[in-house]
């Protein structure tokens, strides 16, 4: 489904460089729900920003769905976006002058999709995340743990391939995070692939995988455990 | 699409409704001081006959006397046997000579009391070459001019005054404290700028009496208002003496229909000066002049040099409004960024949120130009207020409230067009982590 081949990305400000991935060699398979893991400014978020096509990248090679999408104009990639890939954020990121209703249907609206369709696919994303009777109501009038529900039936609408969550649960409580969670996996049952950013580790376990991201590269676990290991031993060292 | 970003647009003019309603105000107060400007110049340079203000002329002859006098040109108006010569001649298809006068009107109907009015002398011609517009009968004919008959054509405006508008033809009236039968009433008649009698403003109405020009030698009716210059040393006693001097003060108008004609009347004037030469007449050199009505126009600059420098500063002015709108829009697109980042994110490409911003920006335009056209209206009443004989040209019409919304949508246009661009330009990554 996603393959990253040597995919590097820096930030240049006018001092600093900041390497944000190295050279990341990764692949998620069609329907697996995946876990991505790591320590605070490791890349996390930048490499599902490149994989969810909102961020160009330094050189790689960037294979969704069977397709070379490493050099796109923005037009391809805001169709790519649109027709095959859901986000959903930390932060909700509703758009706040927008009703339910209105919020799930703005990707609908770029796909061009007709009124009576769009109806129906809302409505039932609205009922799949148990918030149809509140369809007029806007964001702001709903708790976070319903308007994160309200994100998640955004991005279903559009029956992506993909599902790209950064953090969903990072500003929920335990309750609220176990039923997004919980959301999640339904989608993934139906043949959603899911690639997921997490901090919380019993969350990561429930995935199929876990990728750990270090200093913008994925290491596997085992090589993490003796890093760390060693970190701490050199650090001991130092002091 | 259209539609949603209309949606859009107004939910999002909602949210801030301060911010919104400066950026309509910045604009609509540049568009107003625009407008207003645009309306008056418009109408000053405006053609008032279109349709055949290329073949009506008006002449000039230098009667100066022989005095040095920097002025090359001749005088604007004609004397009184100049006229009556040149009148003679068939070559110019209709020719009028004309004065304004001001005279007491009287009705035979008692209750309406004696008033002032402006009277015009005027040839039968008149009528027929500047088109003037009938609402009940007709101008008189060259027969009733020749036979000194005391007939009269009066304006809509009198008619409504003096018989409270019913059709009055066959009635008599006393200008002067002679009789006259009315043969015909005006239509309103405005033509602007009013180029055939710039006496007396080029922006002032035509109303009043039109009685026969031959009536003229019996009457004694001085020109009111405008220029009367006598150009010889000595001047003669009374109103006949008056006539047959070296005075100018006529205005006199040809209609030439062909160039042929046109040529022929040049030859024609340029002989009638020999002519009158031989007599003593004309002491200069041979300066005669035939100028169209938009060659005449200019040459009286009706439209001034500090009227076109108003204009400029009216535009800039409208600059400065936009740069703040500019301004606005820029601060406003700043508390955008999160919208429009996950807009792209769910699939809008840049081209999309640029039309969905461009969209939300000709709203604004629009609304400025509706509070403009208001503020402009204003603007034109005080221009009336402030200088008298410009009611003429203080009112919009439909192609003027085109050009203000034209005008306003692009400003506003062109003012957020920065602003989007720039919005568009964001790597939508960088604003999705904080909202
Ligand atoms: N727009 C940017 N400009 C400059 N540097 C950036 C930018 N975005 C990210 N970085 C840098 O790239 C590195 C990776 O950032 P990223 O956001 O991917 O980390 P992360 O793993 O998501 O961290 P966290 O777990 O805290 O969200 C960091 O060092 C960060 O400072
Ligand atoms: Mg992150």
Partial sequence: ?239 | MFLYNLHLAWLSIKRTPVLSALMVSAIAIGIAICMTIITVYKLMANDPIPHKSNIIFTQTIDLRSASPDDDPNGPDHMSYQDAQNLLKSDIPSKISVHYQTVAVIKSEDESVRPFRSRVRPVTADFFSLFETPFLFGNQWTADDEDSLQQVVVISRALNLRLFGGINSIGQQIQVAGRFYKIVGVLDDWTPTPRFFELDGGAFSETEGAFIPFSLVPALELRKSGGSTVCHASETKEGWQGFLTDECTWLHMWVQLDTQEQQEQWKEHLDNYVKQQKELGRFPRELNNRLHSVMQWLEFKRVVNNDYIMLLGLAFMFLGVCLFNTVGLMLSQSLRRRGEVSVRRALGGSKLTLFYQHMVEASVIGLAGGALGLVLAQAGLAGVRSLYRGFDLLTQMNWQLIAITFGLSILSSLLAGLLPTWRICQLAPAQYLKTQ
Avoid: C, W
Avoid at chain 1, 40 to 65: C, H, P, R, V
């Fill in chain 1, 1 to 239: 489904m996603l393959t990253l081949k040597k995919v590097s990305k820096s930030f240049r400000t006018d001092l600093v460089e900041t390497h944000a991935l190295r050279s990341l060699d990764l692949t998620v398979d069609e329907g697996e729900f995946v876990a991505v893991t790591g320590p605070s400014g490791s890349g996390k978020t930048t490499f599902l920003n490149i994989a969810g096509l909102l961020e160009t990248f330094t050189s790689g090679q960037l294979i969704l769905d069977g397709e070379d999408v490493s050099n796109l104009s923005d037009r391809q990639r805001s169709i790519i976006r649109n027709q095959k890939i859901g986000f959903i954020f930390q932060g909700f990121n509703l758009i706040p002058d927008l009703n339910l209703y209105e919020n799930v249907e703005v990707p609908l609206r770029y796909r061009g999709i007709k009124k009576a369709e769009r109806k129906e696919r809302i409505e039932n994303a609205l009922e799949n995340v148990g918030l149809i009777g509140r369809m007029k109501h806007i964001p702001s009038q709903l708790s976070g743990g319903q308007q994160q529900r309200v994100a998640i039936a955004r991005a279903l609408a559009g029956e992506p391939k993909l599902l790209l969550a950064d953090e969903p649960t990072g500003n929920l409580d335990s309750l609220m995070a176990r039923q997004v969670i919980e959301l999640m996996e339904n989608i993934n049952d139906t043949g959603t692939t899911i690639v997921m950013v997490t901090h919380d580790a019993e969350l990561a376990h429930r995935a199929h995988r876990n990728i750990h991201i270090m200093d913008g590269e994925a290491v596997d676990m085992e090589q993490v455990l003796s890093m760390s290991q060693h970190q701490r031993a050199s650090k001991t060292a130092s002091a």
